[in-house]
């Protein structure tokens, strides 16, 4: 049985957001722009120029855990998602364990999202005025983002989604327009064939596809930011489960698609040379094809790059503004304005945190190196949260809707879902990953190593120190 809500506890704005408005918020969140932008350089750079087979393997990784998502969400709707869920279905333990490295897994991707930002600002820069860029000017624009971010946030998550619509239209459309070019041009010289959709053919054989497919999946970690809007959402148990599906399936074959005409643009071996300098494979390709018009990629970018950081935002303060309410993260996380009923003091924290973040990795590491090393942390914490969440919904519908328990539905997906998140942390962040180097490889993985220690220690402390927090039915959610 559901639990009950607690009359007294905070609450956030009911209703505040429509069909339109979720879908907009998830696809912003999974970023069309910015898996072409943004992630197909560094896949290239991988696999070569199979960008779209790889961003099938990763729809065909993700679906499962969509699907997983979408049954349980209907039962459960929750700005807690998978933390609630699990505390539900399995026990509150883990349910608490899994909510923290949900958190660290939006809270990484918050901080990704100006490192970004701040590239694309330093392009917009060097374009338009012809001048200097550096760290400098890099750190401008991530707090020029941080600000825009803060006031399209604050108020409310009703605006961000009326924002999160615009900048969505925006970004898909000149997405598909350089798509449309460059397939143009490339089938008048008789350059066109299926060979991107060959795994087979990939640069550097599994390990290549493998290492590609983190920064593919990297685009669509953001779908479940759509769960933890429910208590925001009008209908949630109808319009949640099937926008979840939606989401994933539509944009999945977006980037397959609209890969297809830059991983023939450019040779195999461009995209990795590319990478190596710090140039962004996909810059370039649009310069030759669209020449001064290209500026309209940059600006869409950074327009994605917004939408994105806007809706992590909104995914990681509702996580912890949940645990804040069920007293498994300080209550002070609970706190919601009394007038936009929004979790300021979690939006606090994150902004703040994430600047400072980024201004130490980018100084430690290099801007571009930032990026690929806290997509890979993003991704490692997204796949632990996907595989759990499929043992909760097997064990969920088992457990307490056993007259509707389907084998196929709540079994073999769910366990498809498990393989299909399993493999990748294995393939991913195995031997591979480590002989990678220092910089980029041991210290994510020794990073990972740390949270997921601090994680259950926290757990464990916690269980010891608030045993009433473990006792309480399962978290509250609405009906």
């Given at each position: 049985m559901v639990p009950a809500v607690n009359d007294k506890a905070p609450t956030l704005r009911a209703g505040a957001i429509g069909t339109f408005g979720i879908a907009a918020l998830g696809a912003v969140m999974m970023a069309p722009a910015l898996g072409i932008y943004a992630n197909?350089?560094?896949?290239?750079?991988?696999?070569?120029?199979?960008?779209?087979?790889?961003?099938?393997?990763?729809?065909?990784?993700?679906?499962?855990?969509?699907?997983?998502?979408?049954?349980?969400?209907?039962?459960?709707?929750?700005?807690?998602?998978?933390?609630?869920?699990?505390?539900?279905?399995?026990?509150?333990?883990?349910?608490?364990?899994?909510?923290?490295?949900?958190?660290?897994?939006?809270f990484f991707a918050v901080v990704l999202q100006p490192i970004l930002f701040g590239l694309f600002f330093n392009e917009l820069l060097s374009a338009l005025f012809n001048i200097g860029t550096g760290y400098g000017t890099w750190l401008v624009g991530v707090l020029l983002s941080t600000a825009i971010v803060a006031l399209l946030a604050y108020p409310g998550v009703q605006i961000s989604a009326k924002g999160?619509?615009?900048?969505?239209?925006?970004?898909?459309?000149?997405?598909l327009a350089l798509a449309g070019t460059i397939l143009v041009v490339l089938a008048a010289n008789g350059r066109v064939n299926l060979?991107?959709?060959?795994?087979?053919?990939?640069?550097?054989?599994?390990?290549?596809?493998?290492?590609?497919?983190v920064f593919a999946l990297l685009t669509f970690v953001g779908f479940s930011v759509i769960t933890t809007a429910a208590e925001e959402t009008h209908s949630p148990r109808?319009?949640?489960?099937?926008?979840?599906?939606?989401?994933?399936?539509?944009?999945?074959?977006?980037?397959?698609?609209?890969?297809?005409?830059?991983?023939?643009?450019?040779?195999?071996?461009?995209?990795?040379?590319?990478?190596?300098?710090?140039?962004?494979?996909?810059?370039?390709?649009?310069?030759?094809y669209w020449r001064s018009g290209s500026i309209i990629v940059i600006i869409t970018a950074l327009s994605a790059v917004l939408g994105v950081y806007l809706a992590s935002v909104v995914g990681y303060a509702r996580i912890v503004?949940?645990?804040?309410?069920?007293?498994?993260?300080?209550?002070?996380?609970?706190?919601?304005?009394?007038?936009?009923?929004?979790?300021?003091?979690?939006?606090?924290?994150?902004?703040?945190?994430?600047?400072?973040?980024?201004?130490?990795?980018?100084?430690?590491?290099g801007v571009y190196l930032s990026y690929d090393w806290w997509?890979?942390?993003?991704?490692?914490?997204?796949?632990?949260?996907?595989?759990?969440v499929n043992v909760g919904c097997i064990a969920y519908f088992y457990r307490f809707r056993r007259e509707t328990f389907s084998w196929i539905w709540h079994g073999l997906i769910p366990l498809l879902g498990i393989v299909t998140s399993a493999l990748p942390l294995y393939y991913s962040f195995g031997p591979d990953l480590w002989r990678a180097g220092w910089r980029k490889g041991q210290s994510v993985m020794l990073f990972c190593a740390f949270v997921l220690i601090v994680s259950v220690l926290y757990t464990a402390a916690l269980r010891w120190w608030k045993p009433d927090a473990f006792r309480r039915a399962a978290l509250a959610v609405i009906e």
């Open positions: 197909l350089g560094l896949i290239g750079a991988e696999a070569g120029r199979v960008a779209p087979a790889v961003f099938l393997l990763a729809l065909c990784c993700t679906l499962p855990t969509a699907v997983s998502y979408a049954l349980i969400s209907r039962e459960i709707p929750s700005a807690g998602s998978a933390y609630t869920w699990l505390s539900h279905s399995l026990n509150p333990v883990i349910g608490m364990w899994i909510g923290i490295l949900v958190a660290a897994m939006y999160s619509i615009i900048l969505m239209i925006c970004e898909l459309s000149v997405v060979s991107p959709f060959d795994p087979l053919v990939a640069l550097n054989g599994r390990r290549g596809l493998f290492g590609g497919l109808d319009i949640i489960p099937r926008v979840v599906i939606l989401a994933c399936t539509l944009l999945g074959l977006f980037w397959a698609l609209t890969s297809w005409p830059f991983s023939l643009a450019v040779a195999d071996h461009v995209w990795a040379a590319q990478v190596a300098q710090g140039t962004n494979p996909v810059a370039v390709i649009a310069r030759q503004f949940a645990m804040g309410r069920d007293g498994t993260m300080p209550a002070w996380f609970a706190q919601v304005h009394p007038k936009y009923r929004v979790p300021w003091n979690a939006q606090h924290v994150v902004l703040a945190v994430t600047v400072t973040a980024d201004a130490v990795w980018a100084r430690w590491l997509g890979n942390a993003v991704v490692f914490f997204a796949m632990i949260s996907n595989i759990f």
